[in-house]
């Protein structure tokens, strides 16, 4: 049984674009589609789509055959939380990449959260 289900979706994300992979299915999920939906429109996945068997079919990017997710590392695990409040943020390497937060305005980025005046719990980071 998957206790961190983030930290999974990540790991996966991570090894396929290692691998070189165009594409990974996953277990639909609505958490994995509010990320899905952030990476998006950051970015940072080409698209993903539901497919039968509750699963989803998420289409990598990349860019010059060089993957468009340099970094993505989970900072908040089921063990050891970690939250920001505004005063905390700093840009992810110098405002290249992001920091998504979970908050009371649901699935943010740093920037986002620092125009909606919310703090909230470090989930992971994408550069």
Known sequence: MITDKIGDLLTRIRNALKAGHEFIVV???KLARVI???LQREGYINSYEASENFKLKI????VDYEPAIKII???????CRK?????????YF??????VLSTSKGLLTDYQAKRENVG?????RVF
């Open 73 to 79: 590392e989970r900072m908040s695990t089921p063990g």
């Open 94 to 99: 110098n405002g290249l990449g992001i920091n």
């Open 83 to 91: 939250y920001m409040s505004i005063r905390e943020f700093q840009p």
């Open 36 to 38: 899905l939906d952030l």
């Open 120 to 124: 909230g719990e470090l989930l992971f």
């Open 27 to 29: 277990q639909d999920r």
């Open 59 to 62: 289409h990598l990017k990349y």
